[in-house]
């Protein structure tokens, strides 16, 4: 069974930093891509990350871009986003994901406006609140 668990979310001023966790079981790590998606109160689920499992290629979406990191450690089948420079509209849940296609995920992610869809498997997603 696919777990995918989050963690590290909170409060936080702006400017400031936070790393997020994910911890994946249940699949092979290298075959899928892995992303982290966000959904503020109101709003579209949306991309802002993903990380090929396969060789640790990085993409992200325009709002993030230079902000925030995407990473990896296939060993412990984690994956990892750093987020600086934090802003009050960077508040909202921000999830796990994976999915088989690493081409599908970059475009979900890189696509400005595109809803999200058909993405394998999610975690629950953990809250980050950003305070100004």
């Known amino acids: 069974e696919v777990h995918l668990v989050e963690s590290g979310g909170g409060l936080v001023q702006a400017g400031g930093s936070l790393r997020l966790s994910c911890a994946a079981s249940?699949?092979?790590?290298?075959?899928?891509?892995i992303g982290w998606f966000r959904q503020a109160p109101g709003k579209e689920r949306v991309g802002i990350a993903c990380?090929?499992?396969?060789?640790?290629?990085?993409y992200y979406a325009d709002s993030v871009k230079g902000r925030f990191t995407i990473s990896s450690d296939n060993a412990k089948n984690m994956v990892y986003l750093q987020m600086n420079s934090l802003r009050p509209e960077d508040t909202a849940t921000y999830y796990c994901?994976?999915?088989?296609?690493?081409?599908?995920?970059?475009?979900?992610?890189?696509?400005?406006?595109?809803?999200?869809?058909?993405?394998?498997?999610w975690g629950k997603g953990t809250l980050v609140t950003v305070s100004s």
């Open positions: 994901a994976a999915d088989r296609s690493l081409g599908h995920t970059i475009v979900v992610v890189t696509t400005p406006g595109l809803r999200v869809y058909g993405i394998d498997y």
């Open positions: 249940g699949f092979t790590f290298d075959d899928y891509a």
């Open positions: 990380i090929s499992g396969k060789n640790g290629s990085t």
